[in-house]
């Protein structure tokens, strides 16, 4: 079955402990992005990648890294975490540019105290 | 400005038709998309239309485009309770490897017997 898969799906932690977000996805695909979505805003991108080693800032990196070590793996990473991180966080893959269907993870509800 | 916009809620009752609406930004956008959002879940694409057509139809859903007015609506007819959900209309900006997926803030959409 073709599916992004996010872990994990819930997590609290505190401000400043260092935090990973796994994604995951078994379609092959280039593209991987990730989105957070907070209320009233929508779905902003955080970063994205084109492809392996591969990645660029998206509207809100501010706080974030990511990496793409290889093709089906885009991990999200908070260094040092802070309140105004707490969100509902999704990742995304196509097969080509953005014009092709993206695929969404679960989501991961984070929140930092 | 970068906005895309929704209206935030749109009650209906089960039968009735629902129209969501969608304000979006760039002129030159490519394609653009509609995607739903269930309690939980991730985004799943719903339709998208490309910008050189006014109207798309797929079984109870229908895109209406008007490019002068930069307006996007979502018109699902015979509205079910299983169509209770948030409704992201979403623009794809740039063309190629620079292109992006900018979303509306979403409109939760309320079914009611």
């Known amino acids: 079955e073709a599916q992004v898969t996010q872990n994990p799906r819930y997590l609290i932690t505190v401000t400043g402990k260092k935090l990973t977000v796994t994604c995951s996805q078994n379609?092959?695909?280039?593209?991987m992005s990730w989105y957070r979505q907070d209320p009233g805003l929508g779905l902003r991108q955080i970063y994205y990648?084109?492809?392996?080693?591969?990645?660029d800032k998206g509207d809100v990196p501010e706080g974030y890294k990511v990496s793409r070590k290889e093709k089906r793996n885009f991990p999200l990473i908070l260094e040092s975490p802070s309140p105004n991180q707490t969100s509902l966080y999704f990742c995304?893959?196509?097969?080509?540019?953005?014009?092709?269907?993206?695929?969404f993870g679960q989501g991961t509800r984070l929140t930092v105290v | 400005g970068e906005d895309v916009e929704q209206s935030l809620f749109l009650s209906v009752r089960e039968g009735d038709s629902s129209v969501i609406n969608c304000t979006y930004t760039?002129?030159?956008?490519?394609?653009l998309y509609w995607y739903k959002q269930e309690p939980g879940a991730g985004l799943q694409l719903l339709t998208y239309?490309?910008?050189?057509?006014d109207m798309k139809q797929d079984q109870r859903l229908t895109v209406l485009l008007n490019k002068k007015d930069k307006h996007l609506s979502l018109r699902i007819a015979d509205t079910q309770t299983g169509d209770s959900a948030i409704y992201f209309c979403?623009?794809?900006?740039?063309?190629?490897?620079?292109?992006?997926?900018?979303f509306g803030t979403g409109t939760r959409l309320q079914v009611t017997l």
């Open positions: 379609m092959n695909h280039e593209y």
């Open positions: 979403a623009e794809r900006k740039g063309a190629g490897t620079a292109s992006k997926l900018t």
């Open positions: 995304a893959s196509s097969l080509g540019g953005w014009g092709t269907e993206a695929f």
């Open positions: 760039d002129s030159s956008s490519t394609y």
């Open positions: 239309i490309f910008s050189n057509m």
């Open positions: 990648s084109m492809n392996v080693e591969v990645t």
